[in-house]
């Protein structure tokens, strides 16, 4: 069998031809352990622009706020201190742009791209949002109660209402607002329940800090 037969049928075992011009590189051969080639570049030797595009563009993309020091994983070399200068600049350019209709806040212990809030009233109308987002009196003082006495349990806030919250602490486990946050050394060892990321967005808060006040929340009553 001829060197050129086995050539064809794949039969010669030694490596194959190098390519002749760079266009005839696998892509697969173009890295050898299989990484993206963007990822083989240090971030130091990204300008700050492009750092502050793919900033943008991460959070243009994210449906969630994201944090400095997630996104400091995407640049291996980059100290989060800067990345947060970077982020500034961001914010400032963004939100100083009438024109966009949105703008970059801090919420949730992150940033995220948010819609302006003249424009609300509108959307919420649009994606009929209005019946799902709002809370019940109910709902809403169940909540308050987790929000400012948190970590509680369910006993504590039924005692504190004085009627029953069960059908309330479904609900708001199911939309997602509170969570289990371990168990009470109290008798019985009751779970304990505090609020979640998505109540910080929901009420546009950064930390548990920024409570709003009781009339504040009643905004969200239905």
Avoid: C, W
Avoid at 11 to 28: I, L, M, Q, R
Avoid at 71 to 84: C, E, I, S
């Amino acid at each position: 069998m001829s060197s050129d037969k086995n050539l064809h049928d794949g039969g010669v075992t030694g490596p194959a031809p190098f390519p002749e011009s760079e266009s005839e590189v696998p892509v697969d051969e173009e890295v050898s352990d299989g990484r993206d080639i963007a990822e083989e570049i240090a971030a130091s030797e990204l300008s700050r622009d492009e750092v502050r595009r793919i900033l943008y563009a991460i959070l243009f993309m994210s449906d969630k706020p994201v944090s400095i020091g997630r996104l400091a994983q995407v640049f291996d070399d980059m100290d989060p201190d800067v990345l947060g200068m970077i982020m500034l600049e961001l914010k400032e350019n963004i939100n100083r742009n009438a024109d966009l209709p949105y703008q970059l806040v801090e919420v949730g212990g992150g940033y995220q791209l948010l819609t302006r809030p003249e424009f609300s009233r509108h959307i919420r109308k649009f994606f009929q949002l209005r019946k799902s987002n709002r809370l019940s009196k109910s709902l809403l003082e169940t909540l308050a109660v987790i929000a400012y006495k948190q970590p509680v349990t369910r006993a504590e806030v039924e005692a504190i209402r004085g009627v029953s919250v069960s059908y309330a602490f479904d609900q708001l486990l199911e939309k997602k607002l509170i969570r289990v946050a371990g168990v009470s050394d109290l008798p019985g060892r009751p779970k304990l329940y505090r609020t979640t990321e998505e109540f910080l967005v929901t009420f546009g808060l950064n930390s548990i800090k920024d409570l709003p006040s009781l009339d504040e929340m009643k905004l969200y009553e239905s």
